[in-house]
Nanobody
Framework: QVQLVESGGGLVQPGGSLRLSCTAS????????MAWYRQAPGKQRELVAS???????NYADSVKGRFTISRDNTKSTVWLQMSSLKPEDTAVYYC?????????????WGQGTQVTVSS
């Protein structure tokens, strides 16, 4: 059974910073792409950033230059460093990972962590 556990959300003022983390656990053979998605109220879930197992990154235009995704393959962990936060960044942030287990390769999701940007 694979689990993704997130932490690091919270309330922050505009212009502030937060760091989200997500760790995968279970019987994992390999983790391919890891990513962060977010979903604001009344909106569809959207990709925020992704990183491959060799460190290639991709960002949504709305967060380029403000957010940084990174990972440690030895710890099965991915982070999202968020800076210069704006009210429109308010959303539930979800960790996602493409993981190879004995059952094959599947997508897994974390439970979500709330990020609220407000004064």
């Amino acid at each position: 059974q694979v689990q993704l556990v997130e932490s690091g959300g919270g309330l922050v003022q505009p212009g502030g910073s937060l760091r989200l983390s997500c760790t995968a656990s279970g019987t994992i053979f390999r983790i391919y792409v890891m990513a962060w998605y977010r979903q604001a109220p009344g909106k569809q879930r959207e990709l925020v950033a992704s990183i491959t197992n060799i460190g290639t990154t991709n960002y949504a235009d709305s967060v380029k230059g403000r957010f940084t995704i990174s990972r440690d393959n030895t710890k099965s962990t991915v982070w999202l460093q968020m800076s210069s936060l704006k009210p429109e960044d308010t959303a539930v942030y979800y960790c996602n990972a493409h993981i190879l287990t004995q059952r094959g390769t599947n997508d897994y999701w974390g439970q979500g962590t709330q990020v609220t940007v407000s004064s």
